[in-house]
């Protein structure tokens, strides 16, 4: 039992109660309320079993006084009836031993008499006995919660923001009343299709109380939504139960206004002083045009083109020479990176104004609730290692990698701002760029020395650190204080700030090595490491699945497998995976599925062992059909 487990503790008390041990019972009710003092259950049932225990003990009070009574009057009348027999038998003539074997035949007479009585007595005794077990038995009844319906939870859900944006994240707090008497625990939201749903916490909520929870919530149809939402959760003694409720939703399109016509392109100047306003220049090429942030020299906004297709649009705050450089820079080596965990430019032009048209996507790892989970943070570090892999095959190293550069697009993170990116010589490694945000740098370059892959998997260190602990492995109050943390300092272990942590604190603590030496010496090796962890949880979930014979979660931890083998180029393990994944799918999954594992057949057979991007491809849109449910 966890000694810190306040449920644990409750669960054996209940047990125990049940049993009539009540003195042990009130040991676990008392060890539940030193480790939570307002546990209701503990308080309630710790009552019931003191009740119960002295009424056991009143029972068996008077049970010893009446037994007492007994044996005294039984003494007495052994007495009584030795002394009578003694003035009997005085008046009898002496013959021979013929007195004395009369004395001894009537000791066995009295003596039988009281064992007989004493007999009796035991079973009325246990007769009594039962009768106070079966009242006992039915106080319990009473009192015992899991027979009581009153003593359940009652869930009711409050959303007070209810006018959002469609296709617009937003954060929103949601508040859980439990009306019950009974604690809810392992509370699981599940929500109509009309909305999308990121980083809601598994809660638990006391009797009577209340508990808010922050979550990010995108609407995906316009109008006045019903949303339907399912609660479920579980009792102290885990019950199930199911409640549901109806958010009404007001969601609007949100569009730009169009600024005036007849104003010339020579007459505009983006100022920095208004960084939400759309270039009219650009506002032929672009309707509904809604501003998303704001980086370290341009302005990001969604856009649609004509074509009806929604893009991220992003322009220079100021126009001037060194924006002028930095914009072109970014450009450069943006467009030669085409991957899929690298967000994409779709066009570029300096006319009529300096601007880019990229990829949209939702949202980044800075807007997501921290600490999130470390199963799900290993698989977004591993896919964000696999787009550095490739711009690393590029010879173009990132240099400020951040949650702020990491975005999500259906849940797949993908590499943004490549401003500050450097193409690697294959003689030596740039030394000359200073620009960098200092509380992810790397020693390397606070020092300004040679910069390569192992910068990146350092600021890819300090982002795994971030996600998993909520903190920054490297703190101060000022500039210069951080950035002496970061060449003099060691970071606290993730597990001392958040125990979860632990199985992935060797790979952090690797990746953030002050000597490059000693950290992982390329993406690979980071990603080697990653697949072993994320192996072993997801060859866990894919046993239990097939264990209940859920074939879609089967297929869906199947497939994870099968990718990150291919990502590690191990052809082996990813054949014995594709050939697994056949047992779970069907139809024209299962067909693609056949036909990948005759490609990695045909490798292996001829000796062909590293697996092509072409093929990583073809497994990618397997595992986004089994992701949407075929």
């Known amino acids: 039992i966890d000694p810190k487990y306040v449920y644990a503790w409750n669960n054996k008390g209940d047990a125990l109660y049940n049993l009539g041990k009540y003195n042990e019972a009130i040991e676990c009710f008392n060890k539940a309320l030193e480790i939570d003092p307002d546990n209701d259950h503990a308080k309630h049932m710790k009552e019931n079993a003191l009740n119960n225990l002295r009424k056991h003990e009143k029972t068996i009070d008077k049970e010893d006084t009446e037994q007492i009574a007994t044996t005294n009057n039984e003494k007495e009348d052994t007495e009584q009836g030795a002394t009578t027999n003694n003035e009997n038998t005085s008046t009898i003539p002496y013959i021979g031993n013929i007195s004395i ?20 007595k035991k079973d009325s005794d246990k007769e009594a006995e039962g009768t106070l077990y079966k009242n006992e038995e039915a106080s319990k009844s009473e009192l015992e919660p899991k027979a009581d319906e009153n003593t359940k939870p009652e869930l009711k859900i409050e959303l007070p923001i209810n006018i959002l944006t469609l296709n617009v994240w937003k954060k929103v ?18 929500f109509s299709e009309d909305v999308a749903i990121r980083n809601l916490p598994e809660i638990e909520v006391k009797p009577k109380s209340k508990k808010i929870v922050e979550f990010y919530l995108k609407p995906n149809v316009l109008g006045e939504v019903p949303l339907e939402v399912k609660v479920r959760c579980k009792d102290h003694l885990n019950r199930e139960y ?17 600024p005036e016509k007849g104003i010339s392109p020579a007459e505009f100047t983006p100022k920095p002083t208004t960084p939400k306003t759309f270039p009219p220049e650009l506002s032929e090429r672009y309707v509904e045009v809604e501003f998303i942030g704001k980086g370290g020299f341009a302005r990001v906004f969604k856009a649609k083109r004509k ?117 690697m010589t294959e003689s030596s490694s740039a030394t ?16 300004s020395k040679s910069k390569d892959e192992k910068t990146d998997i350092w600021q890819l260190g300090v982002v795994f650190y971030e996600l998993v602990t909520g903190e920054l492995p490297f703190k101060g ?30 790979i952090i603590m690797k990746c953030l090595k002050k000597n490059k030496k000693e950290r992982y010496q390329s993406v690979k090796e980071l990603q080697r490491d990653l697949s072993k962890y994320l192996g072993i949880k997801y060859k866990e979930s894919l046993k239990l699945s097939v264990s209940r014979g859920d074939s879609r979660r089967s297929a869906y931890y199947c497939c994870e497998l099968l990718l990150m083998s291919m990502k590690d180029n191990n052809i082996i393990e990813a ?33 062909i062992n590293d697996i ?4 990583i491809k073809k497994a990618e849109v397997i595992a986004h059909k089994i992701r949407v449910g075929f």
Request: hydrophobic share 35%; charged share 30%.
């Open 101 to 120: 074997i009369g004395i001894i035949i009537l000791s066995l007479l009295i003596i039988s008499s009281i064992f007989y009585t004493r007999h009796k």
């Open 173 to 190: 707090e949601m508040e859980i009343v439990n009306k019950g008497d009974a604690i809810a625990k392992n509370i699981i939201f599940e």
């Open 242 to 258: 199911e409640f549901r409720e109806t958010i009404i939703l007001e969601v609007k399109e949100k569009v730009e206004e169009t």
């Open 307 to 423: 074509d009806g297709k929604e893009v991220a649009v992003k322009i220079p705050i100021s126009l001037d020479e060194s924006t002028g450089k930095s914009f072109l820079k970014e450009i450069e080596n943006w467009t030669k990176l085409n991957h899929k965990n690298i967000v994409k430019v779709y066009h570029y032009n300096i006319l009529p104004i300096p601007y880019f048209e990229m990829e949209l996507c939702d949202h980044s790892l800075e807007d997501i609730g921290k600490p999130m989970d470390i199963e799900e943070t290993a698989w977004i570090i591993f896919n964000t290692a696999e787009g550095l892999k490739y711009a690393h095959s590029q010879k173009i190293i990132h240099l400020d990698l951040k949650p702020h550069n990491i975005l999500l697009k259906d849940g797949i993170p993908k590499i943004s701002d490549w401003g500050l990116s450097k193409v």
């Open 432 to 447: 000359a760029n200073k620009g960098f945000t200092p509380i992810y740098a790397s020693p390397e370059q606070i020092d």
């Open 477 to 506: 109050d000022g500039f210069v204080e951080i950035l002496t943390a970061i060449t003099t300092k060691e970071p606290v272990k993730p597990s001392e700030i958040n125990p979860e942590a632990k199985e992935v604190e060797k």
């Open 575 to 607: 054949y014995k995976y594709a050939s697994d994944l056949l047992n779970y799918t069907e139809g024209e999954v299962k067909q693609e599925v056949q036909e990948l594992c005759g490609d990695l057949k045909f490798r292996i057979e001829n000796g």
């Open 612 to 615: 092509p991007e072409e093929l």
